[in-house]
């Protein structure tokens, strides 16, 4: 069964650039997440989809960040304009659905790096 | 006040010994879902072991076993037989219930280096 799949792996861009990633889910999850992790931190939730309903997006900077899930299946999280604390990994996760069970068992991609200069 | 708590920043253990990382948790819900994940340099985020609030038993899986003490609100990792492989940062992470906003929150991490 393929696992998460995120592009690009790695991303080098200017401040005030924009810069987009992709995700494509574990297929038949319901669920897809994006969440930012800062170096030597844990990962922060920046928003999470039902299908293509938006679920929680309470921490998404939304004046800079965006993210769609339009089909309900691949995702896009998008950064305009960029600033020197985007700097991050950007992990894409997916779960069968929302609960707290073991079947929702949330599994991430590899995460896209983001270097911000 | 923090949901979840990993006080280890760091820790060494020989390999083929057994190690234990600490994680407490802070929650009202009667209903969630203790996780710990593998993050090696790479980057990616691997499952590892899962404990829910109503499981009797404690988790195992394979060399992985979590020490769920639910009274005390801990659910530490258990690491048998360390490899050097093992050498990644853990995190532990919890799940409440839909009441409380679903989200999986993660503790800070601890990064574990097992010395050959």
């Known amino acids: 069964e393929a696992g998460v799949a995120q592009s690009p792996r790695y991303k080098i861009i200017e401040k005030r650039q924009s810069v987009a990633f992709w995700c494509n889910p574990i297929?038949?999850?319901?669920?897809l997440y994006w969440y930012q992790q800062i170096l030597g931190q844990g990962p922060k939730l920046l928003i999470q989809?039902?299908?293509?309903?938006?679920?929680?997006d309470s921490q998404l900077p939304k004046d800079r960040f965006s993210a769609e899930r339009l089909k309900g299946v691949d995702s896009t999280l998008k950064i305009q304009p960029a600033k020197l604390e985007d700097s991050a990994v950007y992990l894409c996760a997916s779960s069968l659905t929302i609960g707290t069970g073991s079947g929702n068992t949330i599994y991430f991609g590899e995460g896209s790096w983001l270097t911000v200069v | 006040a923090q949901k979840i708590t990993q006080t280890q920043p760091g820790m060494f253990v020989q390999e083929k010994e057994a190690v234990t990382l600490d994680c407490t948790y802070d929650t009202s819900d009667p209903s969630y879902g203790l996780f710990w994940y593998k993050q090696p340099s790479s980057g990616e985020m691997i499952f590892l072991i899962y404990?829910?609030?109503?499981?009797?038993q404690n988790a195992t899986e394979g060399r992985y076993s979590l020490n769920f003490q639910k009274a005390r609100k801990s659910a530490n990792l258990v690491i048998s037989a360390s490899q050097l492989g093992d050498s990644a940062m853990y995190f532990c992470?919890?799940?409440?219930?839909?009441?409380?906003?679903?989200?999986?929150?993660f503790g800070a991490g601890t990064i574990l280096r097992v010395k050959s």
């Open positions: 297929s038949g999850h319901a669920t």
């Open positions: 992470a919890m799940r409440e219930g839909r009441e409380y906003g679903n989200k999986l929150v």
């Open positions: 989809f039902q299908n293509n309903g938006v679920v929680d």
């Open positions: 404990q829910g609030s109503y499981d009797q």
